[in-house]
């Protein structure tokens, strides 16, 4: 018989493996009010800074993953890939199937995922790394024996580090490209704009600050008022003006061709590596 869904003031979340993309979660749930940080734990082996890390804003730190488990309704594995298959298979006795597995391991598959757990109650997320600061893109994919109600708690947690989307895995190689990678992108895209202010004559610090605040407010203005990008650059682009000027550049140079291919050839990548 089916155990009935832990609500939420009762559950309880552990992180196998303590590094920065837990810490991110880990905050952000708090930070939130969605759960108090005692519900929360990991386990520390050998780094005490990452203990203290943990331990400063009030998550349970023990010194065996089997503790985690034990003490946790959803279990998030936060390791690397190439030690995933290890972690679990350690702790494959105690994943019972009245815990949610979840994996934010990148290039691991939900198959492999169930194989090794000994059951398919398992979710797996791929989050990008702006989850650090609360404006992070997941993409979850569901197991074969999670629920709605499954994909909705993860959701829920994920959506305290940003946005929570949900595709079917055969796109996962593809999300690496875009929301994965995509980040470094955009980082080469402020550095350059900050450059061309330079040598526009603008002080560096002013130009980094105008460079990253314009990319914020220009994805924010996407997200909130549903335009579509081609609409918002028509909108600022005049006859014969200052901005059609640069985007005339910028197709010179292929801007948005050489965007496009970056976003495929990681996803390519992407799919190379999960063959490997």
């Known amino acids: 018989m089916e155990k009935p869904p832990v609500p939420m003031e009762y559950l309880t979340v552990g992180f196998i493996g303590a590094g920065k993309m837990a810490e991110s979660i880990a905050r952000g749930i708090v930070a939130s009010g969605l759960l108090p940080p005692h519900h929360m734990s990991t386990a520390v082996h050998s780094n005490p800074e990452r203990h203290d890390v943990f331990q400063s804003f009030g998550v349970s730190v023990f010194s065996s993953n089997e503790e985690v488990v034990e003490e946790s309704d959803v279990v998030i594995f936060s390791v690397k890939p190439q030690v995933v298959k290890k972690a679990i298979t ?30 398919d109650r398992f979710i797996r997320v791929m989050p990008n790394t702006p989850a650090a600061v609360g404006e992070g893109a997941s993409v979850m994919s569901l197991g074969t024996a999670a629920t709605e109600e499954d994909g ?86 005049s006859p014969g003006g200052t901005t059609i000027a640069g985007v005339h550049e910028l197709e010179k140079g292929s801007f948005r061709a050489n965007l496009m291919n970056a976003v495929v050839a990681a996803a390519n990548r992407s799919r190379d590596l999960s063959q490997s």
Do not use: C, N
């Not at 494959?92 to 598959?109: F, H, N, T």
């Not at 909705?152 to 994965?180: I, N, P, W, Y």
């Not at 402020?190 to 002080?203: F, K, T």
């Open 90 to 119: 350690e702790l494959r006795s105690k994943l019972s199937k009245d815990k949610l597995l979840v994996s934010v391991a990148a290039g691991i598959k939900l198959k492999d995922l169930q194989e090794w757990a000994g059951h």
């Open 152 to 237: 909705a708690l993860v959701a829920k947690l994920f959506g305290s580090v940003g946005k929570m989307f949900k595709a079917d895995e055969k796109m996962f190689d593809a999300v690496t490209g875009l929301s994965g990678s995509g980040p470094a992108y955009i980082f080469l895209a402020i550095e350059a704009l900050a450059d061309g202010g330079v040598a526009a004559g603008l002080p560096r610090e002013l130009a980094l600050g105008l460079a990253s605040q314009t990319v914020l407010g220009a994805a924010t203005m996407v997200s909130k008022t549903g335009k579509h990008p081609g609409v918002l650059k028509d909108d600022v682009t």
